[in-house]
T-cell receptor, first 116, second 109 residues
Framework: ETGVTQTPRHLVMGMTNKKSLKCEQH?????MYWYKQSAKKPLELMFV???????ENNSVPSRFSPECPNSSHLFLHLHTLQPEDSALYLC???????????????FGQGTRLTVV | DAKTTQPNSMESNEEEPVHLPCNHS???????IHWYRQLPSQGPEYVIH???SNVNNRMASLAIAEDRKSSTLILHRATLRDAAVYYC??????????FGAGTRLTVKP
């Protein structure tokens, strides 16, 4: 238990479906991240939120839409995905202390997404 | 972003020490060196981090070169549960956290 909870753990969706991934952190952190991990590939940073404000969008297609309603919750809304979007989607959180990055990040267990 | 270079894979025998190297020759003065590991079917897990001085915690030790252009993660006695992909990343003033391919550690009984 890392203090970062992702739901659902597994998701199968069709290419015309709309679904959302949820991430919740119970650590009081002020920064949250979405990552994509395809099979046998490194983690790809998708989005970063600081104090609920998006500060990084790593050229992610618009069919992925993040939402951060408060500092504890992060969503990834999915629509009209492609089979190549099948991957493990990981959420992480950390405490940003000014400009310093001297605190560790905590990851959720991930959502295994399969697009059919 | 400053990048890191790690060997693709390493092997170790159980109960022996393991030294996992990382090169980061373009590190800036404010970059912290972080290490994470990812066990099969799990999210990455924090291991240790440091800035200039060597660091120890219950999981591992981190040895940082004097010029900070390289570092080594030391597992003092590898166990089968330490088999994972180990990532060395730099975290600077911006808030991103980018992972490379990491080093896949295999521990042999």
């Amino acid at each position: 238990e890392t203090g970062v909870t992702q739901t659902p753990r597994h998701l199968v969706m069709g290419m015309t479906n709309k679904k959302s991934l949820k991430c919740e952190q119970h650590l009081g952190h002020n920064a949250m991240y979405w990552y994509k991990q395809s099979a046998k590939k490194p983690l790809e940073l998708m989005f970063v939120y600081n104090f609920k404000e998006q500060t990084e969008n790593n050229s992610v297609p618009s069919r992925f839409s993040p939402e951060c309603p408060n500092s504890s919750h992060l969503f990834l809304h999915l629509h009209t995905l492609q089979p190549e979007d099948s991957a493990l989607y990981l959420c992480a959180s950390s405490q940003r202390q000014g400009k310093l990055q001297n605190t560790e990040a905590f990851f959720g267990q991930g959502t295994r997404l399969t697009v059919v | 972003d400053a990048k890191t270079t790690q060997p693709n894979s390493m092997e170790s025998n159980e109960e022996e020490p393991v030294h996992l190297p990382c090169n980061h020759s373009t590190i800036s003065g404010t970059d912290y060196i972080h290490w994470y590991r990812q066990l099969p079917s799990q999210g990455p897990e924090y291991v240790i981090h440091g800035l200039t001085s060597n660091v120890n915690n219950r999981m591992a030790s981190l040895a940082i070169a004097e010029d900070r252009k390289s570092s080594t993660l030391i597992l003092h006695r590898a166990t089968l549960r330490d088999a994972a992909v180990y990532y060395c990343i730099l975290r600077g003033n911006n808030n991103d956290m980018r992972f490379g391919a990491g080093t896949r550690l295999t521990v042999k009984p």
